[in-house]
């Protein structure tokens, strides 16, 4: 699977942004979708993840209530609905694909990655 995220760039603080992530070359309806997000100086994080079906979702504590996660099977698109930003958001952000059967929030259980998309939140 190849991975295209965008939809990343610079907004004030209590702003919002949407990612998306472009997947092609396998079945996307296949995978679990996640993102995570890394800061500068900091490791790669958990940010959320959805199932195939887009039925159930999952979040990190620190994102919970301000992000959303959804998908299109058939535009074979994952979306990152970021509101309420603040400037600790900032990062760059990855879309991965996994093909674990439930929704996994470590980076070694996701099989590909995209590129990366950065978003920068001024205070």
């Known amino acids: 699977v190849q991975l295209q995220a965008s939809g990343g760039g610079l907004v004030q603080a209590g702003g919002s942004l949407r990612l998306s992530c472009v997947a092609s070359g396998r079945t996307f309806s296949n995978y679990v979708m996640g993102w995570f997000r890394q800061a500068p100086g900091k490791e790669r994080e958990f940010v959320t993840a959805i199932t195939r079906s887009g039925s159930r979702t999952n979040y990190a504590d620190s994102v919970k209530g301000r992000f959303t996660i959804s998908r299109d099977n058939a535009k074979n698109t994952v979306y990152l609905q970021m509101n309420s930003l603040r400037p600790e958001d900032t990062a760059v952000y990855y879309c991965?694909?996994?093909?674990?059967?439930?929704?996994?929030?470590?980076?070694?259980?996701?099989?590909?990655w995209g590129q990366g998309t950065l978003v920068t939140v001024s205070s």
């Open positions: 991965a694909a996994s093909s674990i059967y439930r929704l996994p929030t470590i980076e070694r259980e996701y099989d590909y």
